[in-house]
């Protein structure tokens, strides 16, 4: 795989197979109406001069310096190529092109995530496992050019995606086989991967005893039980500041008595999307073996409308010991939340950062392109921000000025778990907010990212990049990661 910008604006692999071949791979390149588009691939077959029986020549843009929009075009157009042509190993080289203000790291990195995505399938419900996505078994990045970015990048890209991949997988399993304990099995399995994780899972009495009332509130109309999932890795010292994720993990959302129409009601199982990329963030942190201790909390239930279940208007107690009203069932996410990012604070953490398919109103703010980003703390919001500009996992920073929590006053409690129709995913941040005085926070409402709809139905993994480019950059002192 060699990048061109046109049949005679060639990237330094495409220039020599140009010159071993006497020109001959500028003027087939030409005759096949190759202008350089990016996306656009082309396949080449017993090139004179050269080693390599089918090359395959993929357009990155005309210009020289290529956006990373046109790099990642060219990246997936080529992995898909690959698949048709049927290819059993390939050698990339399209990392050799410059990518606007990135590095070679930056780009081999890229290169590997999007190969190992466009393999992904979910096939485990399907009773004719149908045959393999690709027959790809090796795919090479030559690393003399840069020795120490290209193996960097590969370890890094590998890790990333395979802790994308276990989001996927989580996300993609229906309510019936990816419940509360479905989930707490596979925190236990992970442990059991890796040495430097522990998993622990509370149950509902543990939970009671903890005043967890307001997660508890939400498991009522439910047959499956509850539990807090807690999973610990430990890459560094005991004195040095965790960093904490806490995942929203409703493995089904039914909106409870405040039930939701039918329509796309299915895609409610997504709603453990929050907890899913936590658990990719810790899949791929343990692989790296980063410097640094991670906690990741991930509160799981169901909400179900059956007959104990939670009412409107009904008050229960948090653990902070705030009372809540709850006005409408199906602001159910917030209600897990706010006991785990109490509980998160026993870890006297570094940051915690919540991760939630918390509102359809982010989905209807900011659509598929960005997850929704709130902090007290604007530090940790650039820092955030960057993590997902780097990661090409984007987030956009919303408000979170006082005025918006009065939407939020109650007659009966200490406040309601929802305000008006207006602001809907700000109002919601800022029910958390009231939980997260006693650290530096952020939340992320992954609503609208998480997954797709439609034909591509399925989990994208989003935000796990953001969270693990967050997770390495703060291990940047220890470890060397090439700056862009
Ligand atoms: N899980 C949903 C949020 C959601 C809705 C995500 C649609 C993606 C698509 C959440 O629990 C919810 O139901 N939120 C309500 C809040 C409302 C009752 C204040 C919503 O967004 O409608
Ligand atoms: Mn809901
Ligand atoms: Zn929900």
């Given at each position: 795989m060699v990048a061109a910008h046109g049949p005679r604006r060639l990237s330094p692999s495409a220039q020599s197979i140009e010159a071993a071949s006497n020109g001959v791979l500028s003027q087939w390149l030409g005759s096949s109406g190759f202008r350089g588009d990016a996306g656009r691939t082309v396949v080449l077959n017993d090139i004179p001069g050269c080693r390599a029986r089918r090359v395959l020549v993929v357009g990155c843009g005309k210009s020289r310096t290529v956006s990373e929009a046109d790099y990642r075009r060219a990246t997936r157009a080529a992995m898909n190529a690959l698949g048709s042509a049927g290819a059993r190993r390939a050698c990339c080289y399209l990392d050799e092109v410059a990518v606007a203000n990135r590095s070679r790291y930056w780009a081999t990195r890229q290169s590997v995530e999007t190969a190992l995505e466009s393999v992904y399938r979910f096939e485990r419900c399907k009773s004719d496992a149908k045959r393999p996505a690709t027959r790809l078994k090796v795919l090479s990045f030559p690393a003399d050019e840069d020795p120490e970015a290209v193996p960097a990048a590969l370890e890094d890209g590998a890790a990333i995606a395979q802790g994308v991949r276990l989001a996927k997988d989580l996300g993609n399993l229906p309510g019936n086989i990816c419940t509360p304990s479905f989930l707490a099995d596979e925190a236990r399995q992970l442990a059991a991967r890796h040495d430097a994780v522990e998993t622990t899972v509370r149950d509902e009495a543990e939970l009671e005893r903890l005043g967890m009332g307001s997660l508890l509130s939400v498991a009522r109309g439910s047959r499956e039980p509850a539990c807090l999932i807690e999973m610990q890795y430990r890459g560094a010292p005991r004195s040095q500041a965790p960093t904490v994720l806490v995942g929203k993990g409703v493995t089904f959302d039914s909106g409870g008595i405040s039930i939701k129409p039918a329509g796309a009601m299915d895609e409610m199982k997504f709603d453990m999307c929050g907890a899913a990329s936590a658990f990719g963030a810790v899949e791929a942190v343990a692989s790296l073996g980063l410097p640094m201790n991670l906690i990741a909390l991930a509160p799981a239930t169901e909400n179900l409308p059956g007959g104990s279940a939670t009412k409107p208007g009904d008050i229960v107690t948090s653990m902070s010991g705030q009372t809540i009203e709850v006005l409408n069932t199906d602001a159910e996410g917030r209600l897990i939340l706010c006991d785990a990012l109490t509980f998160a604070s026993r870890f006297k953490p570094e940051a915690v950062i919540d991760i939630a398919t918390l509102t359809g109103a982010c989905v209807i703010a900011l659509g598929a392109h960005a997850s929704g980003l709130f902090s007290n703390d604007p530090e940790l919001a650039q820092d955030l921000l960057g993590a997902g500009e780097f990661a090409g996992d984007r987030a956009w920073a919303m408000p979170l000025w006082p005025e918006y929590a009065e939407a939020l006053e109650s007659n009966f409690a200490d406040v309601a778990n929802v305000g008006g129709r207006e602001a809907g995913a700000v109002t919601a941040a800022a029910f958390l907010a009231r939980f997260a005085g006693a650290f530096r926070w952020a939340h992320l409402d992954v609503a609208g990212t998480a997954w797709r709809s439609g034909k591509?139905?399925?989990?994208?993994?989003?935000?796990v990049r953001l969270l693990v480019q967050y997770l390495l950059d703060r291990c940047e002192d220890s470890r060397s990661k090439p700056a862009a």
């Open positions: 591509q139905k399925g989990a994208t993994g989003r935000p």
